[in-house]
């Protein structure tokens, strides 16, 4: 007897992207699409309806949810499907909050069609999968925590990288102006550098906040 294929749901705002994914996976015998979502709303509603194994997440929609905040309901949720990111994203401001939100796997969009192919059926069996880029950058942190920045210091460091004061950074992020001065400090000596100017710059080149 012939398995049942795998089920899917794309979840990306670009309808390009949609269309994209499906040729590539519909090739395949065992892979089956079965729904698609514009939003991250749309895609927990969907995924929850329970016939759906793995959904290709999006970390970034143009309103609503994010594709983070779209993994944890459907993670929460009572179904069954597996989240698989599949994104344009590497820095570790994008992978961390989406792995953290209970993603299974972690693919950029530049992933060959037969890697992606594989990744779903990874997915679908509970196997996580990393693209090499962010596979590394996991390790060192496993590696060097002490070096490592915190989820909460790449918060801050991102919204310094947009321009924000200490103040602003303190406003968007629920914390006191001095508490965000204590992280900044404590940033300068992971990264090794003496300014905002340097740690957004250092951050950058490490792939730590998006460029």
């Given at each position: 007897m012939t398995p049942a294929p795998i089920r899917l749901l794309l979840a990306d705002d670009h309808p390009v992207v949609r269309a994209g994914l499906r040729a590539v996976l519909e090739s395949e015998p065992d892979l089956l699409v079965v729904a698609e979502a514009a939003t991250g709303e749309q895609a927990?509603?969907?995924a929850a309806e329970g016939?759906?194994?793995?959904?290709?997440m999006d970390l970034r929609f143009g309103?609503?949810?994010?594709?983070?905040?779209?993994?944890?309901?459907?993670?929460?949720g009572a179904g069954?499907?597996?989240v698989l990111i599949v994104t344009t994203y590497d820095s570790d401001a994008d992978?961390?909050?989406?792995?953290?939100?209970?993603a299974t796997g972690y693919l950029l969009k530049d992933a060959p069609p037969e890697e992606l192919a594989?990744?779903?059926r990874a997915a679908a069996a509970g196997r996580t999968v990393l693209a090499p880029m962010v596979a590394d950058r996991l390790m060192h942190r496993l590696r060097s925590p002490a070096t490592a920045l915190t989820h909460r210091e790449i918060e801050v460091l991102a919204l310094v990288a947009e321009g924000l004061?200490?103040?602003?950074?303190?406003?968007?992020?629920?914390?006191?102006?001095?508490?965000v001065k204590s992280h900044l400090a404590r940033i300068?000596?992971?990264l090794g550098v003496d300014s905002r100017t340097g740690a957004v710059a250092a951050a950058t080149r490490l792939g730590l906040i998006r460029r």
């Open positions: 927990v509603a969907r016939d759906i194994d793995v959904v290709l309103r609503g949810m994010t594709g983070a905040q779209a993994t944890a309901a459907i993670a929460a069954t499907a597996r992978t961390l909050p989406a792995i953290e939100a209970g594989a990744a779903v004061s200490n103040r602003a950074v303190g406003g968007r992020l629920r914390l006191t102006e001095g508490t300068f000596t992971k």
